[in-house]
């Protein structure tokens, strides 16, 4: 469940629109949350967790998180120390298994990447209607740049007022409705304008969809020729506290390398706190509370603010490659056709000091999916028999940069879409002991829930649709590279009900992780963890992963997914 998804997604507007046409929520629709009462309305009470001969076993997933964790792996940042010395573990604890180098005689696939380290060097200056209001870095606002130049300016560039900054043709919408913006700045809130209303047809009701996120409100932009754009920050649309913005902003960022070095984009991309957007809508004559509830009501028009932005930002630029580490179990009789484990194995590395301590170790996020990649992976290498499918185990770089690594991947697949069976994804598994639901992010989409369900009941327990899919979820890991690409994917865990203690404190641990600990050093690995629950997700997974790889049938997209499509012209392919 990650905060940052890929920039590179559907470059193309008209790949845009056809990926997003009838888009599904992260739990299919609002009818599929509202219906999920009838599942759990029958849920098992016993609390007995059987734990068959595979392997899996808690306290080996709880010892690789610890090494995964510590601090001797600097928080896992690609193009640091901490990024070989995750790469190497993953890639001899394969090998350890017996496992076969998964791309052409090696563990590792090349993923080129620039590193931005773009800094300020001023403040966010606001002039007009005799207003000259400095706005500071990291306590106002956030700025950085993906051109690949020494450095970028606003200089006295106009602010406008979109909206959502959305447009939406099957939704019949479009913030930028007669509106030029070439060489202005665009401020824009976070989320999409289902988030707000009472109407369930808005959108996708309170359910994101992908013109809710920030990555696609910067493409948007660029495409519409701004110099740049600016996100208002508001906590609860946003599904994260500024903290955690200002922690993935600051510093050295990656961005894919591309062939005009960035410079479709907009020159400046950033953040606005929610207490400086109304300073400036103030400032502009304009109330903010008034035109947040306008900007959600169909016809809304851009609102030019009668003010300008100036900034800059003075760049340092490192061109590299990093990894994603690749391992193969080749199949017994179809060899040719694959199922697929994810996982990324990055975190934030070092950054600003809180609470005395600058290390972003990354133990939920996501030291614990790497360790249930390497509990499958041994599950899997003590079964008596190989399975008739390979299975690919890939652990990945760069999530917490936008995806990349699992972007790069389905760009340049070391093994081909059309004959990957699925991809099972592992990301931020829970530490709260056994769960009597398996959360389903994308409920509804494909037929890889119904593999869920049956799975689940093997273990009693039952499948809930996301039940915060206002967050987005569904665009922030890395199973929505390979659904963007057609490959079904499944992002499933316990998430929501505790066999021990209930619904309640599931969604009091996961307010307090939100509010403390994502994205901060704080996400440290804890002895006293009950790591029941992640053996139970792993061992669903591995099921999952048994049954699909036993087959000969391949799963699809449900017929109402965006991701069908491609899927079927794939596999006619």
Known sequence: MRLLSSPALLAAPLLLLGLLSGCQSNSGSETATA??????????TDTAIVSPPDGITAADIGQRIKVLSSDEFQGRKPFTVGEEKATTYLAEEFRKLGLKPGNKGSFFQEVPLVEITGQPTQPLTI??????????FKTDFMAFTERE??????????????????????????????????????????????????????????????????????????????????????TKPAAYPWSVVQTSYSGAKLRPQTADKGASKAAVEGWLTLDAAKKIFQAAGQNYDQLYAAA?????????????????????????????????????ARANEYVMYSAHWDHLGIGPVVNGDS???????????????????RAFTRLPQRPARSVVFLAVTGEEQGLLGSAYYAAHPVFPLRNTVADLNMDDLGADGPMRDVTV??????????????????????????????KGYYYRSDHFSFAKVGVPSLYA????????????????????????????????????????????DARLLFEIGRKLANESTFPNWKASSEFRAVRDQSRRG
């Not at 219906?35 to 098992?44: D, F, G, N, S, V």
């Not at 972003?360 to 992976?377: F, K, T």
């Not at 037929?447 to 899919?469: C, F, G």
């Open 35 to 44: 219906t999920a009462p009838a599942e759990t309305a029958a849920a098992p």
């Open 127 to 136: 002039t007009g209607k005799g207003l000259n209001l400095k706005l500071d």
């Open 149 to 234: 130049v020494p450095s970028v300016e606003l200089k006295s560039s106009e602010l406008v007022f979109a909206g959502y900054g959305v447009v939406a043709p099957e939704y019949q919408w479009n913030d930028y409705a007669g509106l030029d913006v070439k060489g202005k700045t665009v401020v824009v809130l976070v989320n999409d304008p289902g988030y707000a209303s009472s109407d369930s047809t808005l959108f996708k009701g309170r359910a994101m969809t992908y013109y809710g996120r920030w990555m696609y409100k910067y493409e948007e932009a660029a495409r519409q020729g701004a110099a740049g754009l600016l996100i208002i920050h508001d």
């Open 296 to 332: 959600g009501k169909r016809g809304f028009k851009a609102v030019p603010l009668g003010l300008t932005a100036s900034t800059r930002i003075e760049n340092t630029l490192r061109r590299r490659t990093s990894k994603n580490v690749v391992a193969l179990l080749p199949g017994d």
């Open 359 to 377: 290390i972003y170790n990354g133990a939920l996020d996501n030291a614990s999916g790497c360790a249930g990649l390497l509990a499958i992976a």
């Open 441 to 470: 992010v994308g409920y509804g989409q494909s037929d890889l829930d119904d593999y869920a369900r049956a799975a689940a009941k093997e273990q009693n327990r039952y499948i809930l649709p996301d039940q915060q899919a206002e």
């Open 493 to 536: 865990s316990g998430a929501a009900d505790s066999r021990a203690k209930g619904k309640d404190y599931i969604s009091r641990q996961h307010e307090e992780f939100e509010a403390k600990h994502y994205h901060q050093p704080s996400d440290e690995y804890n002895p006293a963890w009950d790591l029941r629950g992640m053996e139970q």
